[in-house]
């Protein structure tokens, strides 16, 4: 991947990184980047599972992660197909049919949440992936699940009682892919183990939660944090 | 031999393995590249009826375990149709899945070689390949095991692994390791720990599942951004 999203460009590089997936002739997938003061901190993506099994819970899994961490700008870009109304058979509609992505940026502003979306069609020439001007749209797939996500009251943060690890557990398990910025994972509490984690997970995955709370709770242990701590002021 | 290179290891192997489809019934080849040459080759035992642990999930815990910059798994498939899995096979194919490895995990491509030698090789989604969240999963957990006894694990598995003849890095490599009174113990315990990984493994991920299967298997961190972590540490 050639870099990641920037605040200030949101159209640009998300063209940039859906431009592998269309040059490999693979489908755009929805990919929402969560943004801390301008600063790319989240990715989350939906397996191909989840994009095809498990549709009608693809905008929750989606957006599930974002109230628990109260992240505030979003960008997301996902795959678009745009028809023309005017074209009376469908067969032909179809065929005329052209491709492309939307790319929606929504930030929570005061007490109000604001969306602004964008569609661009693309077109491969000799291996090359080109985007034609973006046009701008009033409301867009994606806008209604970004406001219900962004709300100050919304009613996702009760997710919040399973914890970031139990959360990205579950949606990895659901075959997202959940993604953070080097030393995002400590800030956003992903490495907080919750306890009795071997009764919360898979079987198949008990061993592995047992080895990793094991490891959690000694490095938590006073005396191995700083040695020689509980020997008093070292007399 | 001539030296098999990471640049063009597709044409590579479908020379090589295009005549090979058909009636008979291939096994999967492993290709490891160290600075862009491939210095192993591993071709897989054939699935038996009372395997502990399928070949497959044994196949990519030497690919992490071996330690080499890229990997290649190729693996035979039949291609049908997913809306009426009753159906018959359609076509058969070879599946590529390279791993090129990164500081935290590995980045994954999966490429489908042409049916028949007809059309071009193309690019499939990661969780089309069966081995790609095994994969992703083994190179974030690596066992770190001595390079002498994986080569000894994969011969006591069965699988067959060859050296290019003029191309003696890997076995330096090995004769690097320890070689001492308790070698053939350490070995053994090596071997012991990378069957309770691999047990471990196909367990989560049942690689040789049915075509159900492909829906129900943790998320694939296949493009990670450069230096990003999986947000769950399992």
Known sequence: MSGLPRWDDPIESACAEAAVAVGRGLQVRPTLYGFEDGQPTLRVQPGLGVLHAKRADMHALLIGLVPVLGIRQILLFSTARSTDPDVPDPVLQDALATYGITVEVAERDGDGVTVDAHLLDHHVEGGEVGWSDPSRLDDCIWSATLR???????????????????????LSRQGMVVEVAPGWRDRYGFTRVPPRLE????????????????????????????????RGDGR | MTAIRWDDHEAWLARVLGPLDGGQS?????????????DTVIDSRHEQRHDEVDPLTELVVLAVELGADAAVLALPMRIADLESPARQTVARTWMLTSAVRRDVGVQLRVRQLPVGGVGAASDLDVEMSPVASLLDDAARHRLDEDVLHVLYTACRWGHTFGVPEDDDRLLERAAAGSLDADASRGADAARHRLRRHTLELAARHRPLGGWDQLFDRPGVH?????GW???CPL
């Open chain 1, 199 to 230: 009764r919360l997970v898979r079987p198949t995955d008990r061993r592995r939660a047992r080895d990793l709370r094991r490891r959690h709770s000694r490095t938590q242990r006073p005396t191995s944090a700083a040695p020689g701590a509980r």
């Open chain 1, 148 to 170: 219900h996500a962004l709300r100050i009251d919304s009613p996702l943060a009760e997710n919040d009682r399973l914890g970031s690890f139990g959360m990205a557990y579950a």
């Open chain 2, 229 to 231: 972590v999986p947000a």
């Open chain 2, 26 to 38: 291939p096994a999967p080849l492993l290709l490891c590249f160290t600075d862009g040459v491939a």
């Open chain 2, 222 to 226: 296949a493009s990670t951004p450069a």
